[in-house]
């Protein structure tokens, strides 16, 4: 069974960072790229970036290259995003998401920024 | 970018009643689109991709349809647990893009 098991929720301070990870587990974590999204309630879905863990490759939506970083560790099987310079804008939820195009999601995380 | 444009936002129905879901794309991106559910505080969960398959172990009162830009999801009988948020997403051009959403309620 294919499960995305993403880390919990985080609160960060405006100016700061937060990383959040997504450990895969029952799919070759390399054969597939793993997508990033972002779900809030005044922009709905937005896809964030995707990274190919096998190469370290990445791609990023023009919105988030100054804002997302991802990187990913094939001997944990897991994939990470860190977000920066945090502004009110970010508290969101926080969604992986892997497999052919989407098809398995990770739970989210909870992004609050708040002083 | 491709726009996804999604109808309704919200939508009430009554256990039994069929419930159509509409996607319009802003330009063509042949079947290249999935649907999702999702619950409150869970996953969402992959019902159909490339616009007409369901996905393996999806009940099958869930459809898929298109017809050049618009994409239907159809519930043929509603049950108690398909009350959920649907969504789209465009996977033919990047950046992917996804439907406002809809969410389902009981009437």
Redesign the interface.
């Known amino acids: 069974e294919v499960q995305?098991q993403q880390s919990g929720p985080e609160v960060g301070r405006p100016g700061s960072s937060v990383k959040i990870s997504c450990k895969a587990s029952g799919y070759t974590f390399t054969d597939y790229v793993m997508?990033w999204?972002k779900q809030s309630p005044g922009q709905?879905?937005?896809?964030i970036g995707w990274i190919d863990p096998e190469y370290g490759s990445t791609?990023y939506?023009?919105k988030f290259k100054k804002k997302a970083t991802l990187t990913a560790d094939t001997s944990s099987n897991t994939a990470y995003i860190q977000l920066s310079s945090l502004t009110s804008e970010d508290t969101a939820t926080y969604?992986c998401?892997s497999?052919?195009?989407?098809?398995?999601?990770?739970?989210?995380v909870m992004v609050t920024v708040s002083s | 970018d491709i726009q996804v444009t999604q109808s309704p936002s919200s939508l009430l129905a009554s256990l039994g009643e069929r419930v159509t879901i509409t996607c319009q794309t802003s330009q063509s991106i042949s079947n290249?689109l999935?649907w999702?559910q999702q619950k409150p505080?869970?996953?969402?969960?992959?019902l159909i991709?490339y616009a007409t398959s369901l996905?393996t172990g999806m009940p099958s009162r869930f459809s898929g349809q298109y017809s050049g830009r618009s994409f239907t999801l159809t519930i043929t009988s509603l049950e108690p647990e398909d009350i959920a948020n649907y969504?789209c997403?465009q996977?033919y051009s990047?950046?992917?893009?996804?439907g406002?959403?809809t969410k389902l309620e009981l009437k």
């Open positions: 995305l997508n999204v709905g879905l937005e896809w791609d939506a023009e969604f998401a497999g052919g195009y989407f098809d398995y999601w990770g739970q989210g | 290249n999935n999702y505080g869970q996953a969402p969960m992959l991709y996905q969504f997403l996977h990047a950046p992917w893009t996804f406002g959403g």
